[in-house]
């Protein structure tokens, strides 16, 4: 037994727990829907790191190894990206959301095409189909009514939701009904069959986009534009500018007149990134890295989330944040 097996997924999940705490109190007091599909997304981190904890300490079992599957690879990034839709729905972050689903979707069909997953042709096929489909109805949900994308978005996530959760928990899965890798004993996804591994991919990949641009896209509101290209080229015009105008954020930054809603929200983006890459990884067999970009990546939304939160933002932290609007 590692010592770090043991104590990332638990450090990961007794935060996780906290940091869900902590949004389900600004729900109850604000009642913003994105605040309280967050709190959902981080219950389900805080319970998928748990099982990690549980196999880490106690030895893996088939119910905590299907419970671990079903949670880290459908439901996590898919929230807290569901969350993200929300916070942005009266924007026009819908065309990015629908075009998410559609690459994920993409990407399974990939997947399956590339043989990476044996008996996953007609599974990869059917992904793709449901999130071209679901992808193009969030983007024209977003052309006639923009709040109405994230309710289409949800319903898509939830039904699809349902069903992964039977198929994860009914599927077929051989002796002794987990895998772990051989050298780091951290948890890989091989004893599922591929027909239900390569369905991921609109889950995990969509949400875990829409988490990291969603937080980049933020951060670009609220801080000082320099732009290079005309904003009415949308989406195409947001990251040249971004970059355009990071000078002048970090100028701002050491003047104390930047929102703290830039730094808060670059974290969160960098946190939901870390994790993306290392969990990307444990799929192709580079485990070593999964439980630490875990915990660290949370540790970094958190700490957007501290910055970003009012009984902080008289705190200077040595450089200075313009207190933010609410």
């Known amino acids: 037994m590692s010592f770090l097996n043991v104590v990332l997924p638990l450090g990961s999940s007794v935060l996780s727990f906290v940091f869900a705490g902590l949004v389900f109190e600004q729900w109850w007091h604000r009642r913003q829907s994105f605040q309280l599909v967050w709190t959902v997304g981080l219950l389900w981190y805080g319970i998928s790191a748990g099982t990690e904890f549980l196999g880490g300490a106690f030895g893996w079992n088939e119910v905590i190894y299907r419970v671990w599957y079903l949670i880290g690879a459908f439901f996590v990034a898919a929230y807290l990206g569901m969350g993200t839709i929300y916070l942005l729905a009266k924007t026009r972050f819908g065309y990015f959301a629908g075009v998410t689903v559609l690459i994920g979707g993409g990407l399974s069909l990939l997947f399956s095409r590339l ?3 044996p008996g996953s042709g007609t599974a990869g096929t059917i992904a793709f189909v449901i999130a071209a489909i679901g992808g193009v109805a969030i983007i024209v949900a977003t052309a006639v009514r923009r709040p109405l994308a994230a309710h289409l ?11 992964v959760a039977y198929m994860t ?9 987990w ?4 050298g780091t004993h951290v948890p890989v996804g091989s004893a599922y069959p591929g027909y239900l591994r390569v369905l991921t991919g609109p889950f995990n990949i969509a949400g875990a986009l829409c988490l990291v641009f969603g937080a980049v896209y933020s951060a670009y509101v609220y801080m000082p534009k320099k732009r290079v290209l005309p904003v009415r080229l949308g989406v195409l ?3 040249p500018n971004f970059v355009a105008s990071l000078p002048g954020a970090v100028n701002a930054l050491f003047r104390g007149r930047l929102n703290s809603r830039v730094p808060a929200t670059l ?7 870390i994790p993306g890459v290392t969990s990307g990884l444990n799929r192709f067999g580079v485990t070593w890295s999964f ?6 990546g949370l540790v970094l939304i958190f700490a957007g989330f501290i910055v970003s ?9 040595g450089l200075g944040l313009r207190r933010a609007e609410t």
Request: net charge negative.
């Open 267 to 273: 974290l969160i983006a960098l946190g939901a990134f």
């Open 115 to 117: 043989s990476l997953y």
């Open 237 to 239: 015009a947001i990251v």
């Open 169 to 177: 928990l009914s599927a077929s899965l051989p002796a002794p009904g």
């Open 153 to 163: 978005t949800l319903a898509v996530l939830l039904v699809g939701s349902a069903a």
């Open 309 to 317: 939160e009012e009984v902080f933002r008289t705190f200077r932290f």
């Open 179 to 182: 895998a772990v890798d051989p």
């Open 291 to 296: 439980y630490l970009g875990e915990f660290l």
